[in-house]
C-alpha cells in the first residue's frame, strides 16, 4: 500500500507559478514511479508528469513540457510538481498517484491515489 497526500493548489493568475506537494508514504520500491494527474471538469483525467523514485527519470505531457517540473525529495518522501507559466487551462484538480508498473505515463496503471488538490487560474 501506498498513501499520497497532495498540498498546494490555490488560486492564481495567468502567467503565475505553484508548487504542489505530494506526500508518499507506505510501501515504495525502487521501480515506483509517482505521477502528477489532472481532471478538468467534463473531462477525462490525463497524465502531466511522472517521476521514478529512485533514478529519478522523468517524463512530461506535451501540454506541460517547459513550463512544468517535477522532482523528488527522498528524505522528506515528498514529490513535487513546480508549475510556471500557468494558463487559464491548466485550471482542474490535481491528483498524484503511484504505480509499480514500467508504464508510467497512463492513468489505468496507477494503483494508489491521492485525494486532489484544486488548481484554479483566472484569465
Known amino acids: 500500500q501506498v498513501q499520497l497526500v497532495e498540498s498546494g493548489g490555490g488560486l492564481v493568475q495567468t502567467g503565475g507559478s505553484l508548487r504542489l506537494s505530494c506526500a508518499v508514504s507506505?510501501?515504495?520500491?525502487?521501480?515506483?514511479?509517482i505521477g502528477w494527474f489532472r481532471q478538468a471538469p467534463g473531462k477525462e483525467r490525463e497524465f502531466v508528469a511522472t517521476?521514478?523514485?529512485?533514478?529519478?527519470?522523468?517524463a512530461y505531457a506535451d501540454a506541460v513540457k517547459g513550463r512544468f517540473s517535477i522532482s523528488r525529495d527522498n528524505a522528506k518522501d515528498t514529490v513535487y510538481l513546480q508549475m510556471n507559466s500557468l494558463k487559464y487551462e491548466d485550471t482542474a484538480v490535481y491528483y498524484c498517484?503511484?504505480?509499480?508498473?514500467?508504464?508510467?505515463?497512463?492513468?489505468?496503471?496507477?494503483?494508489?491515489w491521492g485525494q486532489g488538490t484544486q488548481v484554479t487560474v483566472a484569465s
Open positions: 507506505g510501501r515504495t520500491f525502487s521501480g515506483t514511479a
Open positions: 517521476i521514478r523514485w529512485s533514478s529519478g527519470g522523468v
Open positions: 498517484a503511484a504505480t509499480h508498473s514500467l508504464q508510467a505515463t497512463t492513468v489505468r496503471t496507477y494503483n494508489y
